[in-house]
């Protein structure tokens, strides 16, 4: 069965860090990704997602992930967190006629 | 105010008691889903609902119920049967079900904790 890895279970930062999250997956046929993101007291909700074309993509919030097939990863960045990035981030990879698979998250505390 | 509704927020139920937790959206989506939270296993799909009076199970459906009667509606029974019911539980939907493009929107949950 395919899964999905996030090896940072947990992401301590320091305000103005730039920040890169981890995501692998073991599927190996063509695959839809996403990341999603849960502020403390706040319902779950997209960040970003890829689906096709570039494979450096936008969300909100200035964060951005990239697409390394090769790699089998769609890492998350951000070149300067804040406080309220404070989250739990979640990776979930979709193959296509499959289900959707989440990882098992990473919690990111930003200290001011 | 489009949005999906869960209820209770918080549950507390005795051991070998089913509970059925609610799920309204008013964002006219087709498909609706079920997960399961836990600390450091992230989600598990439970059940997905593609249409109304249609519903498949997902990676954990073992204890649990659903039924889908009404576009708006998707509750979750957690039967006796569920051995480790305590956890985080999430109702999401999409536009509709396309196979590996859903963008899913999420309900604030429901914390169930068996005593």
């Known amino acids: 069965a395919q899964s999905v890895s996030q090896h940072n279970h947990h992401v301590i930062l320091s305000e103005a860090a730039s920040l890169e999250l981890g995501c692998n997956y073991s599927y190996g046929g063509t695959v839809n990704l996403f990341w999603y993101v849960q502020y403390p007291g706040q319902h779950l909700q997209l960040l970003l997602k890829?689906?096709?074309?570039?494979?450096l993509v936008k969300g909100i919030k200035g964060f951005e992930a990239e697409f390394i097939k090769s790699k089998f990863s769609f890492n998350l960045r951000k070149p300067s967190v804040q406080w309220s990035d404070t989250a739990e981030y979640f990776c979930?990879?979709?193959?296509?006629?499959?289900?959707?698979?989440f990882g098992t998250g990473t919690r990111l505390l930003v200290s001011p | 105010d489009g949005g999906i509704t869960q209820s209770p927020k918080y549950l507390f139920r005795k051991e070998g008691q089913n509970v059925t937790l609610s799920c309204e959206q008013n964002?006219?989506?087709?498909?609706m889903y079920w997960y399961r939270q836990d600390p450091g296993q992230g989600l598990r799909l439970i059940y997905y609902?593609?249409?109304?009076?249609?519903?498949q199970k997902g990676d954990i459906a073992e204890g649990y119920s659903v039924s889908r009667e009404k576009k708006e509606s998707f509750p979750l029974t957690v039967t006796s049967a569920q051995k480790n019911p305590t956890a985080f539980y999430l109702c999401?939907?999409?536009?509709?079900?396309?196979?590996?493009?859903?963008?899913?929107?999420f309900g604030a949950g429901s914390r169930l904790t068996v005593l």
């Open positions: 979930a990879v979709n193959p296509i006629f499959q289900k959707l698979v």
């Open positions: 890829y689906f096709s074309g570039d494979p």
């Open positions: 999401a939907t999409s536009v509709g079900y396309a196979s590996g493009a859903n963008v899913l929107t």
């Open positions: 609902s593609q249409i109304v009076n249609d519903f």
């Open positions: 964002l006219n989506h087709d498909a």
